[in-house]
């Protein structure tokens, strides 16, 4: 009789496992890395030029409208800078996914800043239209609490002696933060607040015209394809480093 019970895995989780080994993502990562670096320049210049100095003055702001093409990119990937965090958090926390940890601690950082710069810039935008540099705007507030859940992810990540201490608590901390992402998002819909709508929808037209967009999705894709550029950088440094130390430890 055939005994069934030690089979050889699936295709599939020998795949997961073999894209969880840090030699293969480094292989991986040293491939795109340029490639991700040099679109990320070439979406970025493009898009700012022509955001900053070909596409029209809106209407009502006038040419202050043009730091949207900074401000709405950071905006959205503050947000889904922390949605990777809590997936990292996630295969951390439920499959000891050997890269998690460090790829998070790696976002976090890049996330903090990204997330301060969607409140500066937010602010700027704001003074001339609102006639104040900060109110307590729903949209504004929930944005500022993802701010301090970064650095609350980054402080609990060096907050103990033992690292696996550090990383699971900075993990948790990441899931139960994910709850303000919903927040963030529909928060001008669910209350009266002074930050405009959502300018995309998927059921309603754009809000403004195909000459201010297409810069806009420009200056995304370039912003977009530089977080992952540094994330990939930085995390691969992170994981020379360890196996420097490992090795190291072991002469």
Request: aromatic fraction near 14%; proline fraction near 5%.
């Amino acid at each position: 009789m055939t005994n069934t019970s030690s089979s050889p895995p699936s295709q599939s989780s020998f795949n997961i496992h073999r894209f969880a080994n840090p030699r293969t993502f480094l292989r991986f990562a040293s491939k795109i890395q340029s490639w991700v670096t040099i679109s990320a320049i070439i979406f970025l210049v493009i898009g700012v030029i022509w955001g900053l100095c070909f596409s029209p003055a809106d209407w009502q702001q006038g040419d202050s409208v043009r730091i949207m093409y900074i401000h709405v990119p950071m905006a959205i990937l503050a947000s889904g800078g922390y949605f990777a965090l809590a997936a990292c958090a996630l295969c951390s926390l439920i499959w000891k996914h050997p890269l998690a940890d460090l790829a998070a601690g790696e976002i976090g950082p890049i996330g903090a800043v990204i997330t301060a710069l969607c409140l500066i810039t937010g602010s700027l935008w704001g003074k001339p239209m609102w006639g104040t540099w900060w109110v307590w705007d729903a949209r504004l507030t929930s944005v500022l609490v993802l701010f301090f859940l970064y650095l609350g992810h980054i402080t609990l990540l060096h907050a103990f002696d033992n690292q696996q201490k550090g990383y699971k608590a900075a993990a948790i901390l990441a899931l139960v933060g994910v709850f303000d992402l919903p927040i963030i998002k529909f928060s001008v819909n669910w209350w009266h607040t002074l930050h405009q709508p959502s300018t995309f929808s998927i059921i309603h037209a754009p809000a403004m015209s195909l000459s201010m967009i297409w810069p806009l999705i420009f200056c995304f894709m370039g912003f977009a394809l530089g977080f992952i550029a540094l994330v990939c950088m930085q995390l691969r440094a992170a994981i020379l480093e360890r196996q420097v130390r490992h090795f190291l430890l072991n002469e």
